[in-house]
C-alpha cells in the first residue's frame, strides 16, 4: 500500500504547513463531535469559532489547547 501524502525532503516551510494542518484537522474533528450547546449552558464564558482566517476555542479548562487561537492566516 502505498501513501501519496508523504512527504520527501520536505522544506521546513512544508513542515510546519504540515503541523498546522495535521492541528487543525484534530481540533476540527474534535469540536464536530463536541455537544457545543450543552457545553455552553454549562460553561457560559466559552467561545467556539471556526474560520478560514483564524479560529479560537476558550473553555476556561485547564488545558491550553482548549484555550488558544490556531490557523491564524494574517496577510503582512
Same mark, same amino acid.
Given at each position: 500500500? /502505498?501513501?501519496?501524502?508523504? $512527504?520527501?525532503?520536505?522544506? /521546513?516551510? /512544508?513542515?510546519?504547513?504540515?503541523?498546522?494542518?495535521?492541528? $487543525?484537522?484534530?481540533?476540527? =474533528? =474534535? $469540536?464536530?463531535?463536541?455537544?457545543?450547546?450543552?457545553?455552553?449552558?454549562?460553561?457560559?464564558?466559552?467561545?467556539?469559532?471556526?474560520?478560514?482566517?483564524?479560529?479560537?476555542?476558550? =473553555?476556561?479548562?485547564?488545558? =491550553?489547547?482548549?484555550?488558544?487561537?490556531?490557523?491564524?492566516?494574517?496577510? /503582512?
Amino acid at each position: 500500500m /502505498e501513501i501519496s501524502n508523504i $512527504l520527501k525532503n520536505p522544506s /521546513e516551510n /512544508e513542515i510546519k504547513n504540515v503541523i498546522d494542518k495535521n492541528i $487543525l484537522d484534530f481540533l476540527g =474533528t =474534535t $469540536l464536530d463531535y463536541l455537544d457545543k450547546d450543552y457545553f455552553l449552558k454549562k460553561n457560559p464564558n466559552s467561545e467556539f469559532s471556526v474560520k478560514n482566517d483564524v479560529s479560537k476555542i476558550f =473553555t476556561g479548562m485547564k488545558i =491550553t489547547m482548549w484555550n488558544s487561537f490556531w490557523g491564524a492566516n494574517f496577510n /503582512e
